[in-house]
């Protein structure tokens, strides 16, 4: 009913105001948006207010869509047929187009943080652990964990939270998804304010960019901040450094390739404005800053804005074209000489995805999937199915576009680079899922071509609209569905982060061992289902054990306490749940477990809650606990060549800056002029070939 | 527009306040809030004046990214080099502001001094979000 009647209000504003004179606002379109208005606030009422009676722990396999009510559903269908409701008008309304984005963002990316009582997921927390280490030792703990050799997140959120003296980061970690969705949005808009769309597409884009992001990357975690400052990345350059065809007679360069007999295309982006030398300076230095950050905060973002930023300079739509030189530079070197403690002696592994593309693949597709035929693996099938849906959908807008005689060169590089990283890193798995995040800015915006092809605003595009508004029901119900489907695993409860308090007093120093069941022992060591890492980074070790056929059988945790002195067994309902939905364990299984456990003579209980249970044994075994190693201190490493490498690095980082101003100034020299400043540029292959050099030389002599 | 250069005068006095109690060491009340206010504005607020010629949307977000440029440099410095202080990184971000601050001021009155005499010949043309504004 609801569909029926904004599409109604849609329809009639359209023939209303094509029928009154042009430049007076005709009545009916305010009765148009005031009735769209109204059905934004029933669709926000129908989706929020049930959400008061969820219970949580009613979710079965298929994650937080399993206890979400009627009429939230129902709401979620109202808010997103109202946007392209409000794109159906004839002109556009900014403000109330945004307002139906920010809380579309609230509603999908806000929706599991409003009904948990914690932040999620469990890797959230392990961050938050960095952070705890790093404020309070004032150092990273460079053989802990690989992350610490990228802690620029870690540090940025404990500098600016200790200096304002907040001690609880909770709530900051909890809202990070919605912060860092908007974050993503203003990065987005400098991107869409560069390409030559109508205001519908460019409004498509940036609402299917909130919808079609179920990989949830987005929480508090250095690669969700480095997603936005790589969108910033590339709006600064697409806003300030794209070739101006006002300047150039011929517009574009179109390459050197024979020109097809046919009309010329129009290049799908234009620049906008006309900015001066001394603010372009401007923004390189800020884009140079976000690089750099962006290199210390996260291992591959940089790798994909080096690719991206080369296929723009490659297609002719960045006028920086030292830049993919500087970035390359600046993250190898990082590599080589901030995070020696993650490859040393791991030469390897390190290189492990390149050439074995295919492997990498496989692993981190078919290696994603539960067993087949539960709930879970149906939510995983579906999250590659829309994944598949998304590029296919992006290839017809682009093909669509071609017809209009659009040539978005940008567009195909945001949609294309991003493959590459798959042949670099398989990162632990995850690389598909990876590539999806950063295929998602250049596909979003050719799937809103689709429907929006031209340059200019069609009067009357209710079919347009109207086919916009079912790939978008699609879309959102797809992303209800998919993006909490781990919920029952992923949702952090309280009592289990009270377990990993009640172990710390119960130890107050030396290393605590905790052991813990998965259902399937890999060949890597790996972590429970758990907030594991929330506090005191350096003090856990982690035993795994493969759970028995049957949960009465504990006599391998038995031994496996004897051990060591200062171990706990730890069994979380979400490390329950991963077992049972991820291989199959019956969902008796935890509770006949704790029971077996709460009635051995041998184990006293340290904490029973409803959320998770931690025994250990009623007489440990002599002496007291392990005590924990120092600290290895940060440290580059020095081989014969590094003072050799830092220093021409520095210098070569430098030169190539400074040619890149001069660029923007104009002023690099051309064959003949200024021998001083070409000299200039000769020297930078020598420094660059010797940078490559000790890179290489680092590797070789501190990797083996 | 007064509303907009009184709140942003608010602002840095405000911001200012905090990075000041926070460098000398004062625990005052709201001491935390104020620096906090400081180290996300400072460093946006400095930038201002370096891009004059954008709509304000679009120079909010470009300043916004010096907001995480200044205050992540400064973390992770003190953190590479064993300096680990936030009361001293926030005197960090002070001085760094004041120096962007004062190359926008000089950038924005060298750009005065030359668009002065082309201002009478042609009016300064202002860069219009016109995809967000067009009807």
């Not at chain 1, 704790?594 to 250990?616: G, Q, T």
């Not at chain 1, 060549?641 to 101003?661: A, C, D, F, N, Y």
Request: charged residues 15%; proline residues 7%; aromatic residues 10%.
């Amino acid at each position: 009913m609801v569909l029926l009647h904004t599409g109604k209000t849609a329809d009639d504003t359209q023939v209303l105001s094509a029928a009154a004179p042009p430049k007076r606002r005709p009545p009916s379109g305010n009765r148009a948006v005031l009735a769209l208005t109204a059905c934004f606030v029933a669709g926000l009422a129908l989706y929020w207010v049930p959400l008061r009676w969820v219970r949580l722990d009613a979710m079965n396999g298929y994650g937080l869509i399993s206890v979400l009510p009627v009429a939230t559903l129902i709401g979620a269908a109202v808010l997103v047929l109202t946007f392209f409701g409000t794109l159906a008008l004839n002109r556009q309304r900014p403000l109330l187009l945004g307002v139906q984005l920010v809380a579309l963002v609230v509603a999908l990316h806000g929706l599991a943080p409003a009904l948990e009582e914690l932040a999620r997921p469990p890797t959230a927390w392990q961050h938050l652990g960095f952070v705890e280490y790093i404020t309070r030792t004032g150092e990273p703990h460079v053989t802990l964990d690989a992350r610490y050799s990228w802690p620029a997140f870690f540090a940025l959120i404990g500098f600016i939270t200790r200096a304002a003296g907040i001690e609880n980061i909770e709530p900051l970690m909890h809202w990070a998804p919605v912060g860092l969705e908007l974050l993503y949005l203003a990065g987005y808009y400098l991107i869409l304010r560069a390409m030559w769309a109508n205001w519908r597409a460019k409004w498509t884009a940036a609402w299917l960019l909130v919808t079609t992001n179920w990989v949830g990357q987005d929480y508090f975690a250095p690669q969700g901040f480095a997603y936005a400052l790589y969108l910033l990345l590339l709006g600064l350059l697409l806003n300030w450094f794209l070739p101006d065809p006002r300047r150039r007679p011929g517009g574009f360069r179109r390459g050197r390739l024979p020109r097809w007999p046919v009309r010329p295309l129009t290049p799908g982006e234009r620049p906008v404005g006309r900015p001066g030398a001394g603010e372009r300076t401007a923004v390189f230095a800020i884009a140079l800053g976000l690089v750099l950050v962006t290199v210390a905060a996260h291992q591959l973002t940089p790798f994909l804005m080096l690719f991206a930023v080369t296929a723009l300079v490659l297609a002719g739509r960045c006028t920086l074209r030292g830049l993919p030189i500087l970035i390359g530079v600046i993250a190898a070197a990082w590599v080589s000489y901030m995070t020696r403690a993650y490859w040393e002696g791991q030469k390897d592994s390190l290189f492990s995805g390149i050439g074995n593309l295919l492997a990498t693949l496989r692993e981190s597709v078919s290696g994603r999937i539960a067993e087949s035929g539960t709930e879970l693996a149906k939510v995983q099938q579906t999250r590659i199915l829309i994944a598949v849906a998304v590029v296919l959908l992006a290839l017809a807008g682009l093909y669509r576009r071609r017809r209009w005689r659009f040539d978005d060169r940008v567009a195909m590089a945001l949609l294309a680079t991003p493959f590459l990283a798959i042949a670099l890193q398989n990162y632990g798995g995850e690389i598909t899922l990876r590539v999806y995040f950063f295929i998602l800015p250049g596909a979003c915006l050719l799937i809103a071509y689709l429907f929006f092809p031209t340059a200019f605003t069609v009067a009357r595009p209710i079919r347009a609209v109207s086919a916009a508004a079912v790939c978008g029901l699609l879309i959102a119900a797809s992303f209800l569905f998919v993006r909490f489907g781990n919920e029952n695993f992923e949702r952090i409860r309280p009592g289990e982060v009270q377990a990993f308090h009640a172990m710390l007093r119960h130890a107050p120093s030396g290393r605590i061992n905790v052991v813990w069941q998965t259902g399937r022992k890999g060949p890597m060591g790996a972590f429970p289902q758990a907030p594991w890492g929330l506090t005191a980074q350096e003090r856990w070790d982690y035993t795994e054990l493969q759970a028995p056929p049957k949960p009465e059988d504990i006599s391998a945790i038995v031994a496996a306490l004897k051990k060591q002195p200062g171990s706990f067994f730890l069994t979380t309902r979400s490390n329950e749940a991963y077992n049972r939905y991820s291989f199959g364990q019956s969902p008796d299984y935890g509770a006949r477990l704790v029971k077996a456990l709460a009635s051995s003579p041998e184990l006293k209980p340290i904490l029973r809650h409803r959320d998770a249970d931690v025994f250990a044994l009623r007489t440990p075994p002599a002496g007291s606990p392990p005590p924990v190693p120092k600290p290895v201190p940060f440290d580059i490493g020095t081989t014969t060549w590094t003072r050799v490498g830092l220093l021409s690095t520095l210098l070569l980082v430098l030169l190539l800056s400074v040619r890149e101003i001069a660029r923007i100034h104009g002023r690099l020299p051309k064959y003949g002029q200024n021998p001083v400043l070409r000299g200039f540029g000769y020297a930078t292959w020598p420094l660059l070939a010797l940078s490559i050099f000790v890179i290489f030389e680092r590797f070789h002599t501190l990797g083996s | 527009m007064p509303v907009v250069r009184i709140a942003l005068t608010a602002l840095t006095i405000a911001g200012l306040t905090g990075a000041a109690l926070t460098t000398v060491g004062v625990s005052a009340p709201y001491a935390g809030w104020l620096t906090l206010l400081f180290l996300l504005t400072a460093p946006a607020l400095a930038a201002w004046p370096l891009l004059p010629s954008l709509a304000a949307p679009t120079r909010a977000i470009v300043s916004l990214s010096m907001t995480f440029i200044v205050n992540t440099t400064v973390a992770q410095l003190m953190l590479s080099l064993g300096l680990w202080s936030p009361r001293r990184g926030v005197t960090a971000v002070l001085i760094i502001c004041l120096l962007v601050a004062s190359i926008g001021l000089l950038f924005a009155r060298r750009t005065a001094r030359r668009a002065a005499p082309a201002r009478s010949a042609a009016p300064a043309r202002s860069d219009r979000e016109d995809w967000l504004f067009e009807r």
